[in-house]
């Protein structure tokens, strides 16, 4: 799943008829990674590999946000799958903070992510969305759909977050 060439003039995902076999609630989300692929792509084109790790005015490095997009969609997906996170997934968590990864393997890490997550996705496509399913060592309730969802707001959230960082990195090199 990496980002396609972006039509002139630019349309976004949900309007240019991809996942048409994938039913409405799944498709939703695909175009969702789909426009954060795209997202992600424009804004941190020309991003230094230490701009990408600065924490301009005290705010989350993109690095983070772009680790964390990757790993937490992975998270939530096995949680929407009925499983627990792996011991390699909890590792991986305790590891967004801090890295020292080029913008080019922190936007690889992303795409294999969403490329996984594509599939996984189109897995869970079928399956009820009111199954229950439990969240974390508590079991917090939430539903295969519900998780579902949360792929793709989570996903757009922390893509907002990257945009906005490097809108301020850009700004201020000027």
Known sequence: MTASPVPAPYVEPWLRGTHADVPAVSRAVLHALDLALDDIAKWTGGLTDAE????????????????????????????????????????????????????????????????????????????????????????VPTTIGGALIHVADHTQRHTGQVVTTAKVLKALRS
């Open 52 to 139: 990408v790790h600065a924490q301009p005015l005290g705010l989350p490095s993109v690095a983070f946000h772009l680790r964390h997009i990757a790993r937490s969609t992975d998270r939530i997906l096995t949680y929407a799958e009925g499983n627990q996170l792996t011991s390699e997934q909890l590792t991986a968590l305790k590891a967004e903070q801090s890295g020292d990864e080029s913008l080019a393997a922190l936007l690889a890490e992303v795409e294999v992510s969403f490329s996984n997550a594509a599939g996984r996705i189109r897995v869970l496509a079928t399956a009820n969305f009111d199954t229950f399913r439990g969240v974390g060592h508590k079991q």
